[in-house]
């Protein structure tokens, strides 16, 4: 049996059908340029090209990552959705600086975002939740995120009766729902070729506008 590194080594990367980017084709703005790769690997069938890698710390500098849903791009900023119990929601509270990133396999295409988080209007956060599917706002009303449980069924009869409880009161908005919008200060864009060096381009604000150079890979 190989080990896990012989293994690993044997594994293709960057297999997609890798498109020839010119990097200065891509917009000035990069809230812009994110939203033509985004629609480049939703017309590509990227399989859930919203996953986005979302890196927090928490007060003692501990770093921890997970993927969550992009909601939205607009004016500038990058969304997702939380419960305000949650590790993340907790970490951006004390530290909002975070790093986003995402991957679009097909494409061979990462983009990293390094920004501020803050919370979006009341309003906004009502939305977000009640766009929700019935099932999908019984499981987010169902229980406290990182609670221990005692038992898989605990936790399905926690989310039959947060059913009952959405199907009684439709208008109903989770107390705890967050969503969090990401004001860029970095993005790089990272274009892999198969046969060059690959491409990086990175915007800094530099408070005024955008400052982009293309980068060693
Ligand atoms: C594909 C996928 C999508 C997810 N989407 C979300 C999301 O939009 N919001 C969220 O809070 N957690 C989402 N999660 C779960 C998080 O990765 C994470 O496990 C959970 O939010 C607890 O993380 P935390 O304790 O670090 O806050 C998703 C997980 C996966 C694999």
């Known amino acids: ?41 939703i017309d590509v069938g990227a399989p859930e090209p919203h996953a986005l890698g979302v ?22 900023c990058w969304r997702f959705a939380t419960d305000g119990r949650s590790g993340k929601a907790q970490d951006l509270q004390g530290e909002p600086r975070c790093a986003l990133t995402m991957y679009w396999q ?47 069924d605990q936790m399905q009869q926690q989310v039959r009766r947060a059913r009952d409880r959405v199907d009684r009161e439709p208008g109903l908005v989770a107390d705890d729902w967050q969503v969090w919008s990401v004001r860029a200060e970095e993005v790089e864009f990272w274009q892999g070729v198969s046969d060059r060096g690959h491409m990086r381009l990175h915007y800094r604000w530099d408070g005024v506008r955008w400052d982009r150079r293309l980068i060693a890979p």
């Open 1 to 41: 049996m190989p080990s896990i590194a012989a293994q690993l080594r044997t594994l293709p990367a960057l297999t997609g059908d890798l498109p020839d980017v010119d990097p200065f084709s891509l917009s000035a703005d990069p809230a812009q340029a994110f939203v033509d790769w985004l629609l480049a690997a």
């Open 55 to 76: 890196s927090t710390v928490d007060a003692d500098g501990q770093p921890r990552s997970r993927i969550v849903l992009l909601t939205d791009v607009a004016d500038g």
């Open 106 to 152: 097909p494409l061979g295409r990462q983009v990293r975002i390094v920004g501020r988080a803050e919370q979006v209007s009341e309003a906004e956060r009502r939305a977000d939740f009640l766009a929700r599917s019935p099932s999908a706002r019984a499981s987010l009303l169902a229980g406290v995120p990182g609670a221990s449980l005692s038992s898989v």
